[in-house]
C-alpha cells in the first residue's frame, strides 16, 4: 500500500498570504489529523477529520482551517500567514481515528516557510 | 488538558548499550501511549505502543513501560545501534479524540 503523501514538500510565503495544504491517506483510512511541528512547541495537534467531519480542533486560531473531501483526501488552509507560521506541517491517517486509537501514519511534512 | 513532559531532550549512548527516555502525563483519562521514531526528513513513525490496561509490552529491541498510579511510562532500547539514532516522541491519548506529545528526545548512537 503507498502511505500517506503530502504535498507540496516545501512552500515559501510572505506574511499576510494564504496557503494550502495537501494531504492523501493510505487507501481505505477514513480519518486525517495535521499537526504543526516546530523547535520550540513540539508537535502540537491542529485538528482531525473523519468522514468529511472535523472532530475535534487543538488550540489553534481560526486562520487554521481544514476540509476533507469524499475520498478521504483532505487539505489545511491558514491564511493570513504570520511569520510565527513557520513550521513543518504533518498529517496522520488511520482506520477510525483518534477516537479508538488506532495506529497513525504519518506523512513527511510540508515545510512552510513565512518571510 | 493533558500535558506531556518527557526527558532527556538529549540521549547520547554507546553501540550495545542500553536506553532510556522517561515520560509523565497529567490527565488520568489518558488511556493510551504511543513512542513514535523520526528520522530526519521523515514523518513520526509508530515503534510501539502501550494501553493503560497493560504495565509492559516488549517487541524485540524495545520495550515500554506504564504505571498508571505515578503517571508515566519509559521506552526501553537495549542493544542500540548506530540506526536507532533519531528523535522519539511519547504521546499519550484520553479517549476524547486528542493527541498530546512530549517535547522529543534526540538519541545519538555513537559506533
Known amino acids: 500500500k503507498a502511505g500517506v503523501t503530502q504535498t507540496p514538500r516545501y512552500l515559501i510565503k510572505t506574511r499576510g498570504q494564504q496557503v494550502t495544504l495537501s494531504c492523501s491517506p493510505i487507501?481505505?483510512?477514513?480519518?486525517v489529523s495535521w499537526y504543526q511541528q516546530t523547535p520550540g512547541q513540539g508537535l502540537q495537534f491542529l485538528f482531525e477529520y473523519f468522514s468529511e467531519t472535523q472532530r475535534n480542533k487543538g488550540n489553534f486560531p481560526g486562520r487554521f482551517s481544514g476540509r476533507q473531501f469524499s475520498n478521504s483526501r483532505s487539505e489545511m488552509n491558514v491564511s493570513t500567514l504570520e511569520l510565527g507560521d513557520s513550521a513543518l506541517y504533518l498529517c496522520?491517517?488511520?482506520?477510525?481515528?483518534?477516537?479508538?486509537?488506532?495506529?497513525?501514519?504519518f506523512g513527511p511534512g510540508t515545510r512552510l516557510l513565512v518571510l | 488538558g493533558e500535558n506531556v513532559e518527557q526527558h532527556p531532550s538529549t540521549l547520547s549512548v554507546q553501540e550495545g548499550d542500553s536506553a532510556v527516555i522517561k515520560c509523565t502525563y497529567s490527565d488520568s483519562a489518558s488511556n493510551y501511549f504511543p513512542w513514535y521514531k523520526q528520522e530526519l526528513g521523515k514523518g513520526p513513525q509508530l515503534i510501539i505502543d502501550i494501553r493503560s490496561n497493560v504495565g509492559e509490552k516488549k517487541d524485540q529491541r524495545i520495550a515500554v513501560t506504564l504505571n498508571k498510579t505515578a503517571k508515566h511510562f519509559s521506552l526501553h532500547i537495549t542493544e542500540t545501534q548506530p540506526e536507532d539514532s533519531a528523535v522519539y516522541f511519547c504521546?499519550?491519548?484520553?479517549?476524547?479524540?486528542?493527541?498530546?506529545f512530549g517535547a522529543g528526545t534526540r538519541l545519538t548512537v555513537k559506533p
Open positions: 496522520a491517517s488511520s482506520l477510525g481515528g483518534l477516537a479508538r486509537q488506532e495506529t497513525q501514519y
Open positions: 487507501s481505505g483510512h477514513r480519518s
Open positions: 504521546a499519550a491519548s484520553p479517549e476524547y479524540n486528542d493527541m498530546r
